[in-house]
C-alpha cells in the first residue's frame, strides 16, 4: 500500500467529493494535498472538521514534496473520465505516482496512461475492476459465525459508506472484533481490498457480496458490509437488491440525509415516506433472510445547529422505531449498541 | 440472420433446455436437428407438441443437410462452458457454420474457436456481450408513447420468456402493434437484437432496459418486457430489480409454476405465498413508476390433466385478485384483454 497520496477532486470538493471526503477522513494514507483548481490556497481543514490538514491546491505540479500515489476522489454519474483531469494523471505517472481510480473507465485501457505507466514503473490501480472469479450467489452468507450488519439507504449520497466505517470504528472501541465490507470504489480504497459490487456482471451482484462475507465471516464476530444506492432508486437500485440479498444480514441500519426530499439526481422521483423504507427493505429481505431495522443513520450535515440536528435525529428514530443518530455529528455509540 | 440451424442441448432437451425450447418454438429459424447425445433418435415433437418437428441426434456429425448456424440452447447455472460440447462446436465452426452462444463464457475469447472460426470465415455471436455504450438508467422509460407491460416471477424458470412471446402473439392477432424487449439469452435469439440485461454492468441494469424501451417505445403501441429471475431470488434479484425500476412498467402480468415449494436450485429459500409477490413487485414499483399485477401466467407442465391445470389457475387467479391463465395449454387472450 501507499504512504503519502494526493487527492484529486477539481471543481467537487469537498460537497461534491465524497470518495475524495472517505479516503481523506478513514484510509491509512498520508494525504499531502486535495487538487481542486477553484480552491487553491485553502485547507482541506476548513472544509472536513476532524481529519489532519492539508493544502488544496490547483495542480499534481503544486503538491509539496513527494507523493507515493495519486487519488482520483471523485466519481461523476456514470463514471467516466473527465479529459480535464488528464495533465494532472500524465504528471503523477511521470513523477513515479501510482493512480488509484475508481471510475468505471478503467486507466488501464487508456492507451497513454497504459503506456506512461508502463514506461515509468508505476501501478494504475483501478478500484473497480471485478477479478475474473465472480459467480453467481449460493444462499449461504448467513452460515457464517459473524452477526452480518448492513447499511441500507433511502438514496445514494447519504452516508451509507461514513455509518459504515464509523460503526466499525465504534463497535472496535468497545471492543467487538469488527470488520469492513466494501462494496464501492471508496471503501475498497479505505480498506485496501472488496468487490467493487457496482461494476460486476449484474448476475453476481448477490454472489459478489456473498464472496466476501464468506472470506471474513468466520474471522470476525461482527461484519458490517457497506451498502449501495437505494432499493427505490430509479438507475441503482439493481445493486441495492443483490447487496441486500448477497449479505443475508440479521440487521439494517437504514441511513437517511435530513431535508432530502426527491432522489438525488432524479428529482422527478420523491423520497417516499422513511417508514415505508422500512417495510419494503425487511419486507424484501425477508424471503431470502429474515432481517430487521434495528437502527438509523440520519445525515444533518445541511442542519446548521444541534439542536435542530437532535430534533431531526429523535424524529428519524420516532418514524423508523428505532434508535437513530447522526454518527459524525453525536457518535456511533446508540447504534453499536442496537446492533450488538 | 441465419435460416437453417442445429441446436445444442445435451443431456437436457426437452425439460432443462429453455433457450432450446424457446429458440424452436417463437424463432424465425428453420430448426434442422437438435444435438442430445442421451436421445439420438427421438424427434422434437414428441416433446414439444405445436412446433414444426426435427430429429434429435447424437453430434454435429449426424444433422441432416446442411446448416447455417448451431445454436447453444442450453444454459447451466453460471453459464459455464461445458467441455463435452467441445467437439460439436468444433464440427460446427468446420463445417463453416456461425456459432450462437448465449454463455456467460465467451465463444470470441476462447482461442481454439476464435482461431478456428477466423479461419474458416464464420461468426461468433456471443449473444450475451452487452455492447460498450450502456450507461445508467434516466428515470424516462415512462416517457415513451406505448403501453409498458412487464413480465415478473416468483421464480426463474416459470415461463416468463415464453409469456412475452405469447403475449406479444396474441396482441398482435388482436390487432395490436406490439413489440417483446428482449433482456435475457434466449429472448434476444428469438427476435435477433436486445440488451443481456444479467451480464451488463450491475449500475447499468435499469439503464440496459431503458435503452431499449426508448429505442422502440414510440414505434409501437404496447411493449413487453421480458422480466427475468424473481424479486427474491437468492442470487439474480437485482437483475430482476433493475428491469423492474428500468422498465417503468404501467402493468405487471406475475408468472409462476404450479407446484413451485421452493426457490430452483435455493430449497433453503421457500417460494413464499403469492400475493406477497403482488405486494413485493407494486410497492418496490411505486416509487419509481406506478404498476400494478393485472394479470397472471400460471405453467401448468407439470399438471396431468386439464381439469387440475383449470383449477389450479383459477385458484392462480384467486389469489392474485386478477384473471390468469396458462398462455400454453389455454391461450392469452385472457392475458391480452387484462393489458390492452
Redesign the interface.
Known sequence: MTDRVAVLAHEMFPDRSKTANGVIRYADYEVAAVLDRERPGERVADHLPGVDDAPVVASFADVPGDVDALVIGIAP???GFDESWRPDVRAAIEAGCDVVSGL?YFLNDDEEFASLAADHGVELWDVRKPHDDL?????RSADVDADVVLTVGTDCSVGKMTATMEIVEAARDAGIDACAIPTGQTGIMIEGWGNP???????????AVEEMILEKGDDHDLLVVEGQGS????????????I???AMADKLVLCHAAGREAIHG?E???I?PVE?YV??YE??A???HEAEVVAGALNTVDVDDDAAARAAVDDFADTIDAPATDLIRFGADEVVEAIR
Chains 1, 2 share one sequence.
Do not use: W
Open positions: 454519474i456514470g463514471g468505471h459467480t453467481v450467489a449460493g444462499g459490487v457496482d461494476r460486476v456482471v449484474s448476475d453476481f451482484t448477490a454472489g432499493i427505490i432508486h430509479p438507475a441503482y437500485s439493481a445493486v441495492t437488491c443483490g441486500l440479498h448477497g432524479y422527478d422521483t420523491a417516499p415505508e417495510d419494503l419486507s424484501l425477508a424471503p431470502v
